[in-house]
Structure formats: C-alpha cells, structure tokens
C-alpha cells in the first residue's frame, strides 16, 4: 500500500477490475467479514450479503454470468471513503437484458479492508430479473 492510510483510486480500480473477468473472490478478500453492507436491506457480514445477492442474480443469468466493468473511482488516499461506479452486462436465462449501473459508497479501515457499503442501483431490474428468472411461472402450459 502507499504512504497513505488508506488505498490510493489507482489500487482502487485495480481491486475492482477483477470483476470484469468475473474473479469476485479477489474482490471480496478485501472485504471485512463483518462489514456493514446496506442495499435492498441491510447486511452485517459478507457472506449474508453474497448469498443474498450475487449468488441469488448469478443463478438467474446465461453464462458467462454477470461481469461488472469498472467505469470510475472517486476517492482513496488520505480518505477513508470512496465511490466505485461499476456497469453490469448480463443475460438472464429469459434473454432479459440485464445492464445495470451500481455505484458503491465504501469505507476503508487503515488494513486496507472495506468495513463499509451503502450499494445503488436499478433494483427494478434486479426485482425483474429475480421474480421472470427464479420463480416457476404459475401460468398454465400453452
């Protein structure tokens, strides 16, 4: 790490890259265990917060399943909080085009570790992709 306390924007955008290829794991190692994670509901650990979420949306996609593209980092350094806009292009397995925009709002402790989330984001479609993906349809076959 740098001189400063907390990960500079470039060490940032370097962590989150790894979601472009889909490797999440090197993103969550550098997420507390205990973080405090709010989005569609509050999470207070890391893994409450994936199986809600991303191994929820990854049962609903085609493969390669979702890939986020980082699109900018703001913050880092000497502050403890920073901003990660990422872009998410997806199918979901009912050709439902899945583009979403998340921006997320994380804290750094001085490890280096994100303690800290408050996640934006389309949750319509994400409500959309869930309830047409994961749920059996109740209609009568055609």
């Known amino acids: 790490m740098a001189t ?4 500079s ?15 999440f794991d090197q993103v969550f190692k550098r997420v507390s265990p205990n973080v405090d994670w709010t989005v569609m509901g509050h999470y207070t650990t890391l893994s409450s917060f994936q199986s809600a979420t991303f191994a929820r949306l990854a049962a609903v996609m085609k493969e390669p399943g979702i890939k986020l593209k980082v699109r900018n980092v703001i913050g880092g350094g000497d502050e ?9 292009d997806a199918v979901c397995k009912n050709d439902l085009k899945f583009e979403n925009t998340y921006a997320w709002v994380m804290r750094f402790d001085e490890e280096g570790m994100v303690v800290q989330v408050r996640a934006y984001l389309d949750s319509t ?13 109740r209609r009568a076959p055609v």
């Open 125 to 137: 479609l994400v409500k959309q992709a869930i309830e047409e993906n994961e749920c059996p349809s």
């Open 80 to 88: 403890p909080w920073a901003v990660v806009e990422l872009i998410a």
């Open 9 to 23: 924007r470039a060490e940032i955008e370097s962590i989150f890259k790894n979601m472009e290829t889909g490797n």
């Open 4 to 7: 400063s306390k907390y990960p």
